[in-house]
């Protein structure tokens, strides 16, 4: 067993409980995987994002990695230092696309990236990603959770989830 390290953007679902008096609430799916992930003697941890999404960073076997690869978006580098000149225009423009999916605006996106890409690491377009993060409430009326337009800061950096999952 190999185990490599691997980072996705990873939606959250809806889990309802059996007891009633249990409002639903949201969870991160790659709680779905985890006994996978166990098995392998990995480990995995994430931080909510914007866009009902978390970024997350896994440890497992290699795989496993490619059942994850098959459900999630798995971001092409798996070294938060590396550039991400060693990734194709492609690839960069997937990574761009996916951080525009999450509700942040091409505006912020070019003021915080101006010129090429390439020339940022891995650590730097996570770190922007999981600057912050939608608030979200249940709503017992319409039976649903509703991502508010609120913002706040996410929950940890990327540097401390990088070192969670060594």
Not at 98 to 126: C, Q
Not at 143 to 163: A, M, Y
């Amino acid at each position: 067993m190999v185990l490599a390290l691997g980072w996705y953007i990873v939606p959250y679902a809806r889990k309802i409980f059996s007891n009633p008096a249990h409002p639903p609430v949201r969870y991160c799916l790659m709680e779905d995987y985890m006994p996978l992930i166990r098995a392998d003697g990995g480990s995995w941890n994430g931080v909510e994002v914007m866009g009902n999404r978390a970024i997350v960073k896994v440890k497992a076997d290699t795989v496993t990695l490619g059942v994850l690869d098959g459900m999630f978006t798995r971001i092409p580098l798996d070294d938060i230092t590396a550039s991400l000149n060693s990734l194709t225009n492609s690839q960069r423009t997937m990574i761009r696309s996916k951080i525009l999916d999450m509700g942040y605006s091409l505006a912020e996106f070019n003021s915080r990236f101006p010129g090429n890409l390439g020339s940022y690491t891995l650590r730097d377009v996570l770190t922007f990603a999981a600057s912050r993060r939608q608030m979200h409430h249940y709503d017992l009326a319409t039976d649903t959770i509703v991502i508010d337009s609120d913002t706040r800061p996410c929950s940890k950096t990327i540097g401390v989830l990088d070192g969670e999952v060594l």
